[in-house]
């Protein structure tokens, strides 16, 4: 079984702080991903990364930024935490493979920015 | 801008029915579709992939694929209450190394 944690499933952290989200798959998966959910506005796709040290930019990497030194471990880092960043964060990992690449999902934490 | 489609919902089906979900793409050329399940308050899960035109069935899920119109759906049949939840499409761009585009959900909810 694919296998994605994170660090925490709650989180809570005052505006300016940084905030350091992590991420670890234990299946050799290629490729890793960060999202965040809010209501209405369904999964959206912060960072990327399909390689040890390489990292894209998804819709809407401002305010953030992100960390492979490890293929397994992904890190999610909130430079200076907002309000509007208060989400539920969730990471993904998947092979690379030809016939699709199925994104399996960690459990999500939910961070709240007071 | 790459697009997925989806109607928010709610659908609203009593139990034993069949829940049919829907889900347009704009990009023609996407070649793997993928339905995830998600749970109030937790993460989504796979409930099936598909490839080629056509339906696939995995238990009382049917993934029904139409490359020429663009639109895959997944049927639901003997729908349960369990079965409440909301239902993310999701396509995957023709190049490599890229991330699913995700639509934003449906949300089921199956009355006993």
């Known amino acids: 079984d694919v296998k994605v944690t994170q660090s925490s499933r709650y989180l809570v952290k005052r505006t300016g702080e940084k905030v350091f989200l992590e991420c670890v798959q234990d299946?050799?998966?290629?490729?890793m991903f960060w999202y965040r959910q809010d209501p209405g506005l369904g999964l959206r796709l912060i960072y990327f990364?399909?390689?040890?040290?390489?990292?894209e930019k998804g819709d809407i990497p401002e305010g953030y930024s992100v960390s492979r030194e490890k293929k397994e471990r992904f890190s999610l880092i909130l430079e200076s935490a907002s309000t509007n960043q208060t989400s539920m964060y969730l990471c993904?990992?998947?092979?690379?493979?030809?016939?699709?690449?199925?994104?399996?999902f960690g459990p999500g934490t939910r961070l709240l920015v007071l | 801008q790459k697009e997925v489609e989806q109607n928010s919902g709610p659908l609203s089906v009593p139990e034993g029915a069949i829940a049919s979900l829907n889900c347009t793409y704009s990009d023609r050329v996407s070649q793997s579709f993928f339905w995830y399940r998600q749970y109030s308050g937790k993460s989504p899960e796979l409930i099936m992939s598909?490839?080629?035109?056509g339906d696939k069935e995995d238990g009382r899920f049917t993934a029904q694929l139409n490359k020429a119109s663009q639109y895959v759906s997944l049927l639901i049949r003997d729908s349960q209450p369990s079965d409440s939840a909301t239902y993310l499409c999701?396509?995957?761009?023709?190049?490599?190394?890229?991330?699913?585009?995700f639509g934003k959900g449906t949300t089921l909810s199956v009355s006993s």
């Open positions: 993904a990992s998947s092979p690379s493979s030809r016939n699709g690449e199925t994104q399996y």
């Open positions: 990364s399909y390689d040890v040290k390489m990292k």
């Open positions: 598909i490839y080629s035109n």
């Open positions: 999701a396509v995957r761009p023709p190049q490599a190394g890229t991330a699913l585009i």
């Open positions: 299946m050799d998966h290629e490729n």
